[in-house]
C-alpha cells in the first residue's frame, strides 16, 4: 500500500490518520507520507521513495537513525526482557551520565516523555515554592498537559489552537504568558503577581516557533529574574539537551537552571523523557517526598539501553565539531539556495538545528516568527520533497541534522534547495 492508501485507511480509525498532529501535512498541504524505513541521514516511504531526512524524528537522533550502536543496544537488552516495572543498573548509570554532563542536574527522575517532564517538574515546582502561577513564553511548547496549552508553539500553533479547549479556565489562568526575549515583560509580570510564580519555564532556545534564538542576555536576565522573585528556573532542554551542546543549552549559554526537563536524545529514538535538579528539590518527590508522580514504563530498558548508547557516542572526541559542521552546513546550502533564487529568507541555525523563515531577518519572538511567510515555507517544503529532501512540514519546527548529514547528504540538500527556493521565487512572481 502507498501513503495516500495507507492515509486513507488511517483516517477512518486514527483522528487525522495521524498519532501526533504535524505529521499530517495540514500546514504545507498534500498527502502525509508513511514512513517504511530509515538509515543513517535518509528515509524511505511506503511509496518506495528515498529522502535526505531533516525532520529525524524532530529531535531524538543525533548519531541519524538506526545507528549500529544504538540497534544492537536494544536488541542485545531486548532478549533479557523489556520492561521489568523493578529497577535496573542502566537507569542509575543513565542518571549518573546526566548529571556529569549537566551540573544542574545531580539528581533527576526518568519518565516517558518530554511532556510528562514538564508537568511533573511544573507540580514540582508549586509544591516547593508553594505558589501557583506559572510563566510561559509566546509560541513556547512544553508538551501537551493542560497548563503548558495555552499560547503554545509547534502543533498547537500550526493547528490553529495554540490554547486548546478543553483546558479548564481555572488551570489556564494560573498560565502567565510573556514575550520570548523580552526581560521587561518578564520582571512586569512578576511584580503584578509578586509572590505567586513558582516558576518561570522557557526552552533556553525556543525550537517550536521555529528555531528562535535567546538574544544576548536574557538567560542570565531570567536567572536573575527567578532569584529576585523566588521563583524556580525551569529549563525545557527536551530539544536542546545533548543536542546543543553536551551539557544541553545551560552550557552553550553559561545558565544554570534550577529544574531541568529533558527528552528526545536522552532517549536515542525511544519514548523517554526526565526532569531533575538539586537533591533538596528532587527529594520532594515520591517516595523520598509527597510530591507524587510515577509510570509503568518509566526507566524503560530498551530506551533506557538506546538512550546510554547514544551518549556513549556524543561523549566522543571530536564529536560535537561534527555536528556542528553538519549544521552549518546544512543551514549554509539552504541559504545559498534562498539567495541564487532571490528569496529573502532568514535561515536560523544554532547547531545541528535550523529553520529557512521567509522573512528578511530572523525573528526574536513569536510575533517575528508569525510575520514569516509560512505559505512560502509550505511551497519550500513541497519542493524540497519533490528533490528527495524531507524537512519538517510545518514552520513552527527545526529542522534537524546528524553526524549521518555527510558531504553527500549536504550536497543533495544544496541542489534540492537551489529548485525549491527557484520555485518559491516563480510563485512569488506569479502571485
Ligand atoms: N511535537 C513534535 C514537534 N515539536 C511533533 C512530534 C511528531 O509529530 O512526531
Redesign the pocket.
Known sequence: MNSEELYQRALKRIPGGVN????AFGAVGGTPRFARRARGARLWDEDGREYVDLCMS?GPLPLGHAHPEVVEAVCRVAQDGTSFGVATAAEVELAELVARAMPSVPMLRLVCSGTEAVMSAVRLARAATGRECVIKFAGG?HGHADSMLVQAG??ALTGGVPSSPGVPAALARLTLVCRYNDLEDVARTLQEHAGKVAAILVEPVAG?MGLVTPAAGFLPGLRRLADRSGALLVFDEVITGFRVAWGGAQERYGVRADLTCLGKVIGGGLPVGAYGGRPELMRQMSPAGPVYQAGTLAGNPLAVAAGLATLRVLQRDGVWAELEAAGTALAAALREGALAAGVAASVVQLGSLCTPFFCPSPPRDLDGAKAADTAAYARLFHGMLDQGVYLPPAQF?CSFGSLAHGPEEVAQVACAARAAFAGVAAAARRD
Open positions: 501526533s498532529p504535524v505529521r524532530w511548547y509547534s502543533g517550536n519546527e
